[in-house]
């Protein structure tokens, strides 16, 4: 006995995806669905969400997906502007 995970593109754009994976055991040769819920994972097409696909996924699944999305990201990530970490001083003598 031994357990299978299979992972499914659910939905698949120039801009995003959507994968599931679910659990399955395998028992004489039968595979039955474990009681578990799916796990489900999005994705956009930008810098960082290519590294976390290539990093999370399966060859096959990030094969299928970049087929879609081609060699360049086609969304923009926004920059989050650097702020000072600094706090005002409290004076208990005021």
């Known amino acids: ?6 992972t499914t593109i659910h939905r698949l754009t ?9 659990q399955y055991v395998e028992i004489n040769g039968q595979q039955i669905k474990l009681d578990v819920p799916k796990h489900s994972v999005s994705y956009i097409n ?3 969400g290519r590294e976390r696909l290539l990093y999370d996924q399966p060859v096959n699944i990030i094969k299928a997906v970049l087929l879609i999305w081609g060699d360049e990201p086609t969304i923009e990530e ?3 502007p650097e702020t000072d ?3 005002e001083e409290i004076n208990p003598e005021t």
Request: no cysteine; proline share 0%.
């Open 46 to 48: 930008s810098v960082s």
């Open 14 to 22: 120039t801009e995003f995806v959507e994968i599931d994976s679910e």
């Open 85 to 87: 970490d600094q706090e």
């Open 1 to 6: 006995m031994y357990t299978i995970t299979k």
């Open 78 to 80: 926004e920059e989050i």
